[in-house]
């Protein structure tokens, strides 16, 4: 029997992440979910989409909603926290960077609903494989939050606020930065002709290896064998970059001091 | 019909490369192939595991082979070559970052022969899959090299010496460094106890996205929305880490500077 129907949620937003969390509510068998939102055509749009309600004011916001999920930009989050009017519902934030202080003490029940995943206009993605990290701020917000992520998600954590500011840093590095390494390696094939897509045998064999033995064993390449003639023919190559020349020197420096202590001479 | 038996092979060097290559010539049908190494020991083991032949001298080489591979280091390559005795086959070298030149005039035929792949210890690889970039000195030795490379991947392009080479500082880039970004998000999340894979789903999703519209579609994140709360939040994390805050900043104002001409703030 699925009882996730007697649960009443609310979306406030109409971006990416909120359209995926409003699938994913309606694929766990959520019926009574209503979005929120500032533009009325944008936001009934996106509830028709879905076979919810929606509204425009914070005014008309369901009062017996049990959940409240704010699915806005950072940068909106107070602001937002402000004009909301009190209710007795959980309020969750999906912020990976924000604490749980930013509630302070306007609602009796709140806490964290943070997707660790990128989302993007038009992709597909399996709620279900998505981690989500809860944070709560008594039990009752505990309780509840743990169970509607584990009817959404197979990977739910619990984690503090100062742990999910770091999760969330180093997913900047593993995705932001390393999506800026692929635009950095295109441009450099952009001189050859040779099609983005040969480099994906290569990219999908480096990140399984990486889960597969941990990265710090999986490293390879000229940096980790001190190999210096390759190293300054490259950066010769990029005398033109100078600002992708300055990271090639960086990370030839990092993995050559990481494995190889003896030598600590500047790359 | 098989007429790849009638091909004979000889691989220099029994390391990773030798061995998938070794692997590789097998699967396509070569049934004489010579392996050379300098450890007796190791180099029969490694020539019995394909029921190959073996030899630990230049002088022992099978002087009717029609190709010879050298797969060993870079830094060995040059010195290789000068110990080889002349050979009619074609020889070639298997770097990424070595010229065609290395070969000067000692033979007639010779070329390159590269796998754009990361090779580790143990790991399957489907060498069908993996980019063989060909470069050759003549007719004859191009004719040959395309013929062997097409027996043994789906994927086989033609390269000069300059392309190659750019070809492999790209692979440095989405490779090397990509998994030295692992290597600095994995040393940030053990501050939480979280395992390292509950960043697959985010990583394989950067990964597809950036293959799916390109990587310069496909970026997002902080420095991408020039969010410099988040990003200043992120840098006090890694006061304790300067050489990895340097690389945050320097990602981050690159990143910025691509996609937000307007602001040149210095991150």
Redesign the interface.
């Known amino acids: 029997m699925n009882t996730n129907n007697f649960r009443r949620i609310v979306i406030v937003g109409t971006g990416q992440l909120a359209g995926h969390l409003a699938s994913s509510f309606k694929i766990a068998g959520y019926s009574s979910v209503q979005i929120i939102g500032r533009d009325p055509k944008k936001t009934k749009l996106f509830a028709q989409r879905f076979n919810f309600d929606f509204a425009v004011s914070f005014d008309d916001i369901d009062s017996d909603a049990d959940l409240i999920v704010l699915a806005v930009?950072?940068?909106s989050i107070d602001e937002v926290i402000a004009k909301l009017p009190y209710h007795k519902g959980i309020c969750v934030h999906t912020s990976g960077?924000k604490s749980l202080d930013v509630f302070g003490s306007k609602f009796e029940h709140f806490g964290v609903f943070y997707p660790?995943?990128?989302f993007?206009e038009g992709?597909i993605?399996n709620f279900r494989?998505?981690?989500v990290l809860v944070e709560a701020n008594n039990k009752y917000s505990h309780d509840m939050l743990i169970s509607i992520a584990k009817s959404m998600s197979d990977?739910v954590?619990e984690?503090n606020s100062d742990?999910r500011?770091?999760?969330?840093?180093?997913?900047?590095?593993?995705?932001?930065?390393?999506?800026?390494?692929?635009?950095?390696?295109?441009d450099?094939?952009n001189?050859?002709k040779?099609p983005?897509?040969?480099?994906?045998?290569?990219?999908?064999?480096?990140?399984d290896?990486?889960?597969?033995?941990?990265?710090?064993n999986?490293?390879?390449?000229?940096?980790?064998?001190g190999?210096m003639?390759?190293i300054q023919?490259?950066l010769a190559?990029?005398s033109n970059k100078p600002?992708?020349a300055?990271?090639?020197s960086?990370?030839s420096?990092?993995?050559n001091?990481?494995y190889n202590d003896k030598t600590n001479e500047q790359l």
């Open positions: 930009s950072d940068d960077s660790l995943q990128t993007t992709r993605i494989e998505i981690p990977y954590y984690l742990e500011r770091k999760l969330h840093l180093s997913a900047v590095f593993v995705s932001n930065f390393v999506n800026a390494l692929f635009t950095m390696g295109n450099i094939l001189d050859t040779l983005f897509k040969i480099l994906k045998p290569l990219i999908i064999e480096t990140m290896k990486a889960f597969e033995s941990g990265p710090d999986a490293q390879t390449g000229p940096a980790k064998r190999d003639g390759t023919s490259h190559l990029l600002e992708i300055t990271l090639y960086l990370f420096t990092y993995i001091n990481k």
